[in-house]
């Protein structure tokens, strides 16, 4: 049977007063926001606007119209010195691989404002949980080039007393935790540190930098997810450095960055120019005043280019062919060159000294890491376990009846074996 009509007749004013009455969106359908609106025309949302880039400092190494410098040219030029050593660091560390003296290495060039300037928009209070492109931010807490060379060596005086790969750095004396090569474990963590901190009423942040790639691992949302829910006093730093080892970011994702995850759990996010030493270090502190005095997260997305390989296992040339450089207004240390040099604060000499000087240092304590021994054998069953597991008890067994039976094959490890 045919349906009849309705006869009730509908004001079209009532209408409109019945959905203004239902406009508090976030109390009709809880974890939405209150600016939605109804609309009855179907419609697909894909790209919500796109997400401004910070940035303070020009190619030119100007200051750009309507911005100002959120730092003195003497803390400029402190951190300045710190981006050209670490460049310096890379340079010869990365050599001294290719020379067979030390195993690995993976170098930050090109990314020495975003590891500098994001350290120096922090407090030394707060921790760190590094990915393995943070040199900058060791040295500027003052890891020395010999701790580097001590790591890098595997010597049995750095703090991993040799048994993490070279790059993989830790010093608790000024809140940086260690490296690990997984990707991704340091974000949950970070989650974990920072909602204690709330939860302790501490005014610190746990900081976690992680790249692109890294960003598509499961635990990235996991974490962003914990920090929000549960008001983490977490900084999240993302290296967008175009490059996920030879995965090109347009393979990686179709959002508009990494920036736009963070918006979408609800956290404040702003995106700078990761090359731009200022907007990098104005993002930060920013970020991490928000993160205090509103015991919430927040995401930083800076925009910067991998000018090297991924690591000294890799040949970028062969997936970037010409374009592993990439642009030359990008580098972060020339752009900063030319404005300390407009504003008399430096000179070509005063840099040739600082190279030769840094390089000197490395040299030193090259010598010095070479002069040390590496740790026992037997200290890679220790530090982990109050009571060695079984399983752990059974390998060091099978190792030093391995060691005995071919003492011949192993004569430099006689006096590492240990009791």
Request: some cysteine; glycine content about 8%.
């Amino acid at each position: 049977m045919a349906c009849r009509a309705s006869r009730v007749a509908v004001c079209p004013r009532a209408v409109q007063s019945a959905i203004a009455g239902q406009r508090h969106f976030a109390s009709l359908f809880p974890g939405i926001s209150d600016s939605s609106s109804f609309v009855s025309e179907p419609s697909f949302n894909k790209d919500a606007g796109a997400i401004p880039i910070l940035r303070i400092i020009d190619e030119q190494g100007k200051v750009v119209p309507g911005a100002e410098l959120p730092f003195s040219h003497d803390e400029a030029k402190g951190m300045f010195k710190t981006m050209v050593r670490v460049s310096v660091v890379d340079q010869i560390l990365n050599s001294l691989q290719r020379q067979g003296r030390i195993s690995f290495y993976m170098t930050g060039l090109g990314e020495e404002a975003a590891q500098v300037g994001s350290a120096a928009g922090l407090d030394a209070s707060d921790v760190v949980w590094p990915q393995y492109r943070e040199l900058g931010c060791f040295m500027h807490r003052g890891f020395t080039i010999q701790q580097v060379l001590d790591q890098c060596m595997s010597r049995k005086d750095e703090p991993g007393k040799g048994r993490q790969m070279p790059v993989h750095y830790c010093d608790v004396n000024i809140n940086m935790q260690a490296v690990t090569s997984p990707l991704t474990t340091q974000i949950p963590q970070a989650a974990g540190a920072g909602y204690a901190f709330r939860t302790e009423g501490q005014d610190r942040c746990a900081v976690a930098y992680i790249g692109d790639g890294a960003a598509s691992e499961g635990d990235f949302a996991a974490g962003l997810n914990f920090a929000a829910t549960l008001n983490a006093q977490t900084i999240f730093l993302v290296r967008n450095n175009g490059w996920a080892i030879s995965t090109d970011v347009r393979e990686q994702y179709r959002g508009d960055g990494i920036a736009v995850r963070g918006i979408a759990y609800g956290m404040n996010t702003i995106r700078v120019d990761g090359n731009d030493l200022a907007a990098v270090y104005q993002a930060v502190k920013m970020a991490r005043k928000h993160c205090v005095e509103n015991k919430e997260p927040a995401l930083v997305e800076m925009m910067t280019y991998r000018r090297g390989h991924h690591s000294t296992s890799d040949d970028a040339t062969r997936y970037r062919g010409e374009s592993v450089k990439g642009q030359a207004g990008l580098e972060p240390i020339g752009r900063m060159r030319l404005l300390l040099e407009a504003a008399g604060c430096w000179t070509e000499a005063e840099e040739k000294a600082l190279r030769d000087d840094t390089k000197e240092e490395i040299m030193n304590a090259l010598k010095t890491s070479e002069a040390k021994q590496f740790a026992a054998v037997s200290d890679m069953f220790e530090d982990v376990w109050a009571t060695p597991p079984q399983h752990l008890v059974k390998q060091r067994e099978e190792l030093y009846e391995h060691l005995k039976r071919h003492r011949d094959q192993y004569p430099s490890l006689e006096k590492f074996v240990g009791n």
